[in-house]
């Protein structure tokens, strides 16, 4: 911590008073909100509610529906994180190895980084048209008949697809960036030591990446559980039916379409749960992280 | 069997081809997007994308920009367009300005209630706002805000991902330059604008256009706080797009496909032009 400092009593307050009001009325308010809303049954009309206790919960975890969601999230988010991880990897050494042109490559890789989720979704959307998209086309060539929109596993490969080429740029900027801070030193040493290029990479450059490594699989957890809404979204057109979903996806379709407050809220407190351990977990980690280092 | 000067060679025509062919996937999608956006939507309804441009563009651009649907006639590309840069805008400069207010106070006064001021505000980086979007949309329609720049805006602004990036850095930044700057006589408001703001101009710029992306970029918030034809941005119209093409008419995949187009053109353009500081910031804020 920092010793010095200024001692006035009230500046500091009246500095931080902004960033804590907000934080009040937007974010403990309504987690509080949420919290107490998963306890009780809203009467749909607006007309009261009444104590439930754990009800919501329990019938969440009944529900053929939320379990199928929760499913889903599990294999999506695992598919998302591993394909994206490991392509970014690639790109990433090859990047760092090439010399002429390493800049352009650079930017080519990493400016999907600014396309917004929907658009990614939308071109998932033409990629995989019932009649003229190209990638439709391609699959059918090996005699896939493709139906998105209509098959659940067809719709859900799409939507892995859009959701690694839309992820890939972040964890390559972070995978190019962990290589170049490897030391030259450590490089040279390697090269003496190790003749072939898939044995320095798997015992000197692989170790090195790890922490990038492990920092990443958190920030694709967390993008593969929330900011693929859009991607979702505008695949559905707004008609989820049948389609394959991710519990955020749901909390928003039970909430806000469905009407089922209660229901919802037993939803969000469920995933704020999640989110808090994986980010504990996190925190662990990088104490680690700091102590090897 | 080769000469050892000729497979490093090889080698090199392997590496250049997998970033080639990964260039490819992430460009040839988007250019899609802009080869249906130059044709006639009744070639694209027939044919789907293909290699050859056609002379559409500045029609299209038009019917993207100044022509509206749904029921006020309100959410024409133009006022999409503004809109998106209200958020865009609104939020980076916001986040900015209090996230580096709170840090101020964090790292460079002895307060009482440091350690809890500290844990109140970054529990917030630990719960997106997806997870609580419901009872946040039932606060803000409580306090009225629905359908307002400061409901689109201030909801997001809620979580510590700033102050966390500029605690950081502030902490980096050596303790002699306050004692020095207090020797000379200088406040705690004069050491903050006169030394320290200025001190972190990069930092600034590197969250600026990380904070810029992510404002114009937000989907589901915009999607359920505005409602009212007037207030949509242009991700957020991304979902009215995706709905007409499912019209029974001529679906107008020009005019949506260009929209899609101005959508992703202005984060795209940041991010390309000012990499370094955003590469920078994003993987500076980490630490």
Known sequence: MKRAGFSDRWLPVLFLLPQLTIIFIFFYW????????????????????????????????????????????????????????????????KADKVIRGAKTYRTLLMWVYAVAPPVAGVIGLVLFDQSWGPLRDFVALFGWDFRLGVNYFDTAFTLVVMSVWKQLPVNFIFFLSGLQSIPRSVREAALIDNRSAAGRFWDVTFPLLAPTGFFLLIINITYSLFDTFGIFDTQFKGEPGNNPMTLVYKVYLDGFRGNDLGGSSAQSVILMVLVLALTIFQFRMVERRIHYT | MSVPARRIRWSAVLDHSILIIGSLIMILPVVMLVQMASTTDLHTTKFGPGWVFGDQLPVNFEKAMFKADGFSGENTGLRMLYNSMILGFGFAIGKIVIGMMAAYAIVYFRLKFATLAFWVIFTTLLLPLEVRILPSYEIVQKLGMLNTYQGLIIPLIASATATFFFRQYFRSIPEELVEAARIDGAGPIKFFIDILVPLSRTMIAAMFIIMFVYGWNQYLWPTMITTDEGMYTLVRGIKQITQTLEGTNLPEYGRSNLLAIIAILPPVLIVIFFQSWFVKGLTESDK
């Not at chain 1, 009309?45 to 929760?70: I, Q």
């Open chain 1, 30 to 93: 309504p987690a509080a909100h949420a919290l107490r809303s998963s306890f009780f049954l809203q009467d749909p009309f607006g007309f009261g509610e009444t104590f439930v206790g754990m009800k919501n919960y329990t019938m969440l975890l009944d529900s053929a529906s939320y379990m199928r969601a929760a499913w889903f999230t599990v294999i999506f988010t695992s598919l998302v994180t591993f394909l994206s991880l490991s392509i970014a990897l690639l790109l990433a050494v």
